[in-house]
């Protein structure tokens, strides 16, 4: 399927879901991301949901990596082209921006590279590991930024697509994507 007829797709069945189904899925990827050989890594980048479009909370992943003492960074928008890193800390003050993405005040600045680890919000996947967001490309000009090593999660509640059929060539895949049931791995041995 194309890019355009997958987003109508999944953000239609987003939308379907019930608070408790949202909730329930949630927990289940945040359980299932534990599994992953990830937990030497220091630095972890994640989203933060917009709640109006249904996106995965990402709140109990956030509280496993506070829980292990990791190094949480927090997205924000900084220009039409460019997000910004922030360190989560006790002090971080947030707001909704107008894209209505909850995203830190100010803070911490953290560089692309120290990252070590990033959880990616998307709205569908393949079975190689090619992913679709928004379309508006932030998280493929980010992780280009990113130390070639960085390991890439997408968080999906739904299973992987046969392909994506218009997969552009700066179009970064992912090495995992974890469902509430399956865990996908991408990476070549």
Same mark, same amino acid.
């Given at each position: ?32 991301? @534990? ?20 996106? =995965? ?62 959880? =990616?919000?998307? @709205? ?66």
């Amino acid at each position: 399927m194309l890019k355009k007829d997958l987003r109508i797709k999944y953000l239609k069945l987003r939308s379907s879901l019930t608070p408790s189904q949202l909730s329930s899925q949630s927990i289940a990827i945040a359980n299932s991301v @534990l599994q992953l050989p990830i937990w030497s890594n220091s630095y972890f980048h994640i989203f933060l949901p917009i709640e109006q479009k249904a996106e =995965i909370n990402t709140e109990g992943i956030i509280s496993i990596l506070l829980g292990l003492d990791k190094n949480v960074i927090v997205p924000k928008i900084k220009s039409s082209t460019q997000l910004e890193h922030f360190l989560l800390t006790d002090n971080t003050k947030f707001t909704t921006n107008s894209l209505n993405i909850p995203e830190p005040v100010d803070g911490i600045t953290i560089e692309p590279k120290k990252i070590d680890v990033v959880f =990616i919000p998307l @709205l569908a996947f393949d079975k190689t590991g090619n992913r679709i967001g928004y379309g508006k490309g932030y998280y493929d000009r980010f992780l280009s930024d990113c130390k070639e090593d960085i390991i890439k999660i997408g968080l999906s509640f739904f299973e992987a697509e046969d392909s994506i059929d218009d997969v552009d060539t700066t179009d970064i895949p992912l090495d995992y994507c974890v469902t509430p049931n399956t865990t996908f791995s991408f990476k070549t041995p």
